[in-house]
Nanobody, 127 residues
């Protein structure tokens, strides 16, 4: 299994930006499709964004489309989530997840598809 460590969370005012990073180790990062999920207090974990092994395919939840951008740097074994125009409803613990994939262009959007998870990083957006 690949090990994942998120960073970059924090407290930001509404309208602000944050960039989350997820560093992977233990396996060849480029073998893995990646995803970002979030879980707000008292709510179920929900999909945020996903990216294929190659980085050529991306998918976003409707709630973040146009505001968040997922990217990856396979040379640095890192996936990023750039979050702009943040809203109080974006407040949650954000998790990155990895899923080995034969296809370079396939993406996964269901939490059950992912076998490796990070510990999460808290994002708090104040109004």
């Amino acid at each position: 299994q690949v090990q994942l460590v998120e960073s970059g969370g924090g407290l930001v005012q509404a309208g602000g930006s944050l960039r989350l990073s997820c560093a992977a180790s233990g396996r060849t990062f480029s073998w893995y499709a990646m995803g970002w999920f979030r879980q707000a207090q008292g709510k179920e974990r929900e999909f945020v964004a996903a990216i294929s092994r190659s980085g050529g395919s991306k998918h976003y939840a409707d709630s973040v489309k146009g505001r968040f951008t997922i990217s990856r740097d396979n040379a640095k074994n890192t996936v990023y989530l750039q979050m702009n125009s943040l809203k109080p409803e974006d407040t949650a613990v954000y998790y990155c997840a990895a899923r080995s994939s034969i296809s370079g262009g396939y993406i996964f959007t269901q939490a059950a598809d992912f076998g490796s998870w990070g510990q999460g990083t808290q994002v708090t957006v104040s109004s």
